[in-house]
């Protein structure tokens, strides 16, 4: 066995790699810095807006940190703070001359908004070419027809993570678990984009479990702490863990169980730490992107 790489393989069993979102994080965003510090040569910067409506504190600690990536690619970004009682009105009113402002490139309206604003509304308004969040139906549409458009960034960021990894997409059996517009469903439109066998489960699935199981690679998106336990993962298997979850007590905790699933899955990523500062980094690679475009259409 001397000299003999070691391979994972379901037999032979060790704790699993970690899926580091962080580190990968920071070097895509070092990749957008170094793009951009190449085209603000001869160029304004790339600019991101940012809307919040009302102080939820996650949302605030999201924008936050977005502000902060945008800083670090060299990016300008610009914030908007609205009270919680704004109207759809002024919200879509505020949309309109960001859409028609040539010195904005992306725009991102942080979810959730409070009840007298429709969601999809907001969606629907940002302009398809300013969509860095990849939520508009045309962006949707694009992908599901295979076309170039901007990627939801959190279901893109699970396949950068895996990706950069090295784990074997191709022909693999991906699980996901959750089937949001946000997450669940483009994750599967971007699994079959790798050549993965994809199987969406959800809370009506019968044999949830037992359909886990079967998954090579498992994207857990349900927003329940815990859900995923050691029992429902192939060993070797690729866990990607959407889930932030609050504590009680506080702290964060992912959808999975982390500490029984590593000792059987082959790579797993933990939260914090994992896929939600890959969202962010997406965010900003699809910024440049939004940016580009635009330049070449000067
Ligand atoms: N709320 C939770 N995740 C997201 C996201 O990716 N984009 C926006 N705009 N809001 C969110």
Redesign the pocket.
């Known amino acids: 066995m001397k000299g003999r790489p070691l391979r994972r393989t379901a037999d032979i069993q060790m704790p699993a790699i970690i899926l580091n979102g962080k580190e990968t994080a920071a070097a895509i965003k070092a990749e957008v810095a170094a793009k951009t510090a190449q085209n603000t040569r001869t160029d304004r910067a790339p600019c991101l807006a940012v809307i919040l409506v009302g102080e939820d504190p996650a949302?605030q600690v999201?924008v936050r940190n977005k502000k902060n990536a945008c800083a670090a690619c060299g990016f300008r970004s610009a914030e908007y703070l609205l009270s919680a009682d704004t109207s759809e009105a002024d919200l879509l009113a505020l949309i309109a001359d960001l859409n028609a402002d040539d010195t904005v490139d992306g725009i991102?309206?942080?979810?959730?908004l409070p009840g007298q604003i429709r969601e999809q509304a907001v969606i629907d308004a940002i302009s398809p070419e300013k969509d860095v969040?990849g939520?508009h139906p045309v962006n949707a549409g694009r992908l599901l027809t295979g076309q170039d458009c901007f990627m939801?960034?959190?279901p893109a960021g699970v396949v950068e993570l895996l990706r950069r990894a090295g784990v074997p997409m191709a022909g693999k059996h991906c699980v996901i678990v959750g089937r949001s517009n946000?997450v669940g469903k483009p994750a599967a439109l971007l699994m079959l984009r790798e050549n993965a066998t994809v199987t969406v489960c959800h809370s009506r699935t019968e044999n949830l479990k037992e359909t886990v199981r079967t998954g090579d690679i498992v994207i857990a998106a349900v927003g329940r702490a815990n859900f995923i336990t050691a029992d429902m993962i192939k060993p070797g298997a690729a866990v990607v863990d959407v889930g932030i979850n609050r504590l009680p007590e506080g702290g964060l905790c992912g959808d999975v169980d982390f500490a029984a699933a590593s000792e059987v899955a082959g790579w797993i990523s933990p939260v914090p730490g994992g896929v939600g500062p890959m969202?962010i980094a997406m965010l900003m690679k699809n910024t440049l992107l939004a940016y580009e475009n635009r330049r070449l259409l000067k």
């Open positions: 949302s999201y991102l309206c942080q979810l959730p969040d939520f939801p960034c959190t946000i969202t």
